[in-house]
């Protein structure tokens, strides 16, 4: 294939920075802060769409999970300890090394890859649930790689999304005010420009088949010290879409 979605200076800037993947206080505790949030809206929608019971231990056994740009594993092992079959790509090796050396030292089985979601869609590979969690906004090709993501999606699966939105309060609080005035994230770390609107979100899932079925924002309290999920989309989101199942025969 010559069309990609690797960019090569995203990658860099992340190759640098692997070593602080599971360091809660280092270069990614702003990710560290935000994944209990994202972890907790993929777990209920994989138990409301699959019908699997909230208080079990292990709710998804059984089901294909693929994180796409997992970084150094924050939501694939938490996912494998819910009983998922967890496959992490990202184009970065050295993330992909440190994701497999923790999960080695956690006792946790994930097939990690470096590789990318359209070598997968070449090798006709389907998942159950796809994450497309922080990534759209660092990848080159942007319509290539959603329609990479959501060729993954098998039949009556799902494939969430989460990015930030291009306002002018996204550029004023994740990116100045991150970046430059809090320092929670390296400057640099991103490109307003690169961020995409709930709407251009949406065109580019259901141009690719899938159906938008629930979408939320996601903001930080300061006194709780938390991220919550709220109407308020001006700034981070998720957006979760569905793959129909296919038609039956004659149907």
Known sequence: ??????????????????????????????????????????????????????????????????????????????????????????????????????????????????????????????????LNMEVVEHVDNVPLYMKSCADLVAPGGLLFTATLNRTARAWALAVIGAEYVLRWLPRGTHDWNKFLTPDEIRSLLTRNGLSVVDQTGVVFHPLADEWRTSPDMGINYMVLAERPHAEKAGG
């Open 1 to 130: 294939m010559t069309e990609t979605t690797v960019n090569d200076a995203e990658i860099s800037k992340f190759t640098a920075m692997a070593e602080e993947w599971w360091n809660p206080s280092g270069k990614f505790k702003p990710l560290h802060k935000f994944n209990p949030v994202r972890l907790r809206y993929i777990r209920d929608h994989l138990v409301r769409h699959f019908g699997r019971a909230a208080n079990s231990i292990r709710p998804f056994e059984g089901l294909k999970v693929l994180d796409v740009g997992c970084g150094g594993g924050l939501l694939c092992e938490p996912l494998t300890r819910l009983g998922a079959t967890v496959t992490g790509i990202d184009a970065a090796q050295r993330n992909i090394r440190i994701a497999q050396i923790h999960a080695e030292q956690a006792g946790l089985e994930i097939d990690y890859r470096a590789t990318t979601s359209e070598a997968l869609v070449a090798a006709g590979e389907r998942f159950d649930v796809v």
